[in-house]
């Protein structure tokens, strides 16, 4: 597996990707083809190519601590979410911290990044248009 920032020359790969899942609703948050070049035109990103796109990571790089906005990963492809979530995490081992939030609701990610050593750290109510709130989670990368 090879690991590359992606473009908007991805936008194909990046769409595969999206429409391989339409069994995942993301709760709270609709991420469209659209949704995601227009993020992608200002924030980071990684994927990891098998070799066409497999999971992607769109992220902003705030000094010492990286944001993550959203992982998605092609449907059947058993670990590349992980695979890239250790290759952010590894491309930037030298930041203090890696943040993200989640919809309360979405239970197989807060379940992913608790795997991955993620902690609760606070949680912000009525946050997302369905009343819902958000988790706010924080994986330090310092001993």
């Known amino acids: 597996m090879t690991f ?3 473009t908007i020359q991805d936008s194909t790969a990046i769409e595969s990707v999206l429409s391989s899942r339409p069994d995942l609703s993301l709760v709270g948050v609709s991420w469209t083809l659209e949704s995601v070049l227009d993020e ?6 990684l994927g990891s190519f098998a070799p066409d796109l497999q ?4 992220f902003k790089d705030l ?3 990286i944001e993550i906005l959203l992982i998605y990963s092609r449907k059947g492809s058993q670990g590349a979410a992980a695979q890239v979530l250790k ?3 590894d491309a930037y081992s030298q930041f203090d911290e890696v943040w993200l939030e989640v919809h309360e609701e979405n239970r197989a990610a807060i379940q992913f990044y608790e795997r ?3 902690e609760k750290v606070s949680r912000r ?8 709130a958000a988790l706010n989670y924080n994986l330090n990368l310092k001993p």
């Open 116 to 118: 991955h050593g993620f």
């Open 55 to 58: 999971s992607f990571v769109l």
């Open 125 to 132: 109510s009525n946050y997302y248009p369905d009343g819902n």
């Open 40 to 45: 992608l035109s200002v924030s980071d990103s």
């Open 87 to 89: 290759a952010l995490v």
């Open 63 to 65: 000094g010492s601590v």
């Open 4 to 6: 590359r920032p992606l």
